[in-house]
């Protein structure tokens, strides 16, 4: 205990004397969306054994974990920001732009997800998912005429095949390919992409808390439509209420507001980027935890994923300094 103190107190007082603002802000930022994608592996585990043990859809968790989460996070809202809380509302120009962050960014991100491991299966799914970080890239191109940088291109390309040998461990038979598991994971990515793009000038205005609220209260309204959250298929008993609550409150309202206050620090290419510590974190617990054996590829696979994260918030860090010098 004696030792962690002091690595702590050696780390604040790193931390406080040798970064700028613009360098805290990215580490902040790259901190909240590694601890996201921690959440959402820890909660990853969780589903897995609410798969396996329960007769339970995909569609259903996506639903309740939607619609659990956002009322939570709304009433808690409103005892803070009262009637604030409708200003998002208020303006009818950000009912079109709000209602596209909701579904096509929070709602696709989950749901094509898992239909992509429907049609496939959860290593596809997850490598299909990881191409957001190029969809990013293309956007930012497209829309903002902002050009990557090599260094940025390859730390993406590095990331991305760390990914590829976690979930394949260089076995390309582990892959299942059909059109439909191509679409459906490419619409997972292009999900992703617009959950971290799409509603950043809603919180900036309006804040990160009633912006997930009701950005998942529409996007759980929106899921039963297709999956009642009132069609139970499973046996209800203290272990499925407690994994339920677990993903609703801590893998979907608390990660949802990291996320946020990610894309509020660092740029959307970092935060997708850094959202392989998701599959990463699961890799961990499950060599911790669940008996799985490190090996080399995943040992290699871990190290492709994590120097990508360190250096690609490096890089921002260092253009946010010349874009202050500039101003200046």
Known sequence: MIFLHSLFSFFLSWYNSNMNHYQKNIFKGTIYSLLSGLIWGICGIFGEYFFSHYQVSS?????MRLLVAGSFVITLSSLKLRFQLFDIWRNRNNYLPFLAYAILGIFSVQFFFYLCVEYSNATTA???????????????????????????????????????????????????????????????????????ILPQRFAKKYGFVPTVGWGMII??????????????????????????????????????????????????L?????????????????????????????????????????????????NKLKESSFNT
């Not at 497209?142 to 590829?164: D, E, H, P, Q, R």
């Not at 439509?225 to 409150?249: E, G, H, R």
């Open 126 to 196: 997850t490598i299909l998912q990881f191409i957001s970080p190029v969809f990013i890239l293309i956007y930012n191109r497209i829309i903002y005429k902002k050009k990557a940088s090599k260094k940025a291109i390859f730390y993406v390309l590095t990331a991305m095949l760390g990914v590829f040998l976690m979930a394949t461990k260089g076995d390309l038979s582990k892959l299942s390919i059909t059109p439909l598991a191509l679409l459906t994971g490419l619409l997972s990515a292009l999900g992703v992409m617009f959950n971290v």
């Open 59 to 63: 569609g259903w968790i996506t639903s």
């Open 270 to 318: 970092v935060v997708s980027v850094v959202s392989a510590s998701e599959p990463l974190s699961s890799a961990i617990l499950s060599v911790l935890f669940l008996g799985l054996v490190l090996d080399g590829y995943l040992l290699l696979a871990m190290i492709l994923i994590i120097i990508p994260m360190i250096f690609l918030s490096i890089e921002e860090s260092k």
């Open 219 to 268: 996007a759980g309204l929106f899921s039963n439509f297709l999956y009642p959250v009132y069609k139970i298929s499973f046996q209800v008993d203290a272990i499925s209420i407690c994994i339920c609550l677990t993903i609703a409150f801590l893998g979907t309202a608390f990660a949802f507001f990291l996320s946020m206050k990610a894309v509020s620090l660092v740029s959307p």
